[in-house]
């Protein structure tokens, strides 16, 4: 049994091997070509993720303006409160004072 290599197997070798090496290279072109797409897509993802978060933060009220807020409505509430209870009871001494 001979281990000898003819010119021809060494060619059918050499062809064999620049076409997978061209197959992958291939494969990898088409691989960055879409890893750069899905990179732009991330890319404009964010930029529009970016737009909302400005939107949201101008269009919407924060946890500490609500409070704030809701701490002056309180006290505004309370002084209604307080006048209502008074004109009530000027009412009452108008009415007492009337029936006496």
Do not use: P, W
Request: hydrophobic share 40%; charged share 30%.
């Amino acid at each position: 049994m001979e281990n000898s290599f003819s010119l021809g197997d060494l060619i059918t070798l050499c062809l064999f091997l620049i076409t997978v090496v061209g197959g992958v290279i291939k494969l990898n072109g088409r691989f960055d070509g879409r890893v750069r797409e899905v990179g732009r897509r991330c890319d404009h993802l964010a930029e529009e993720l970016a737009g909302y978060k400005l939107q949201a933060a101008e269009k919407y009220a924060s946890v500490e303006h609500l409070k704030d807020v809701e701490a002056r409505l309180a006290v505004s509430i309370d002084r209604l409160s307080d006048r209502i209870d008074r004109l009530i009871n000027r009412i009452d001494r108008r009415t007492d004072a009337g029936n006496h």
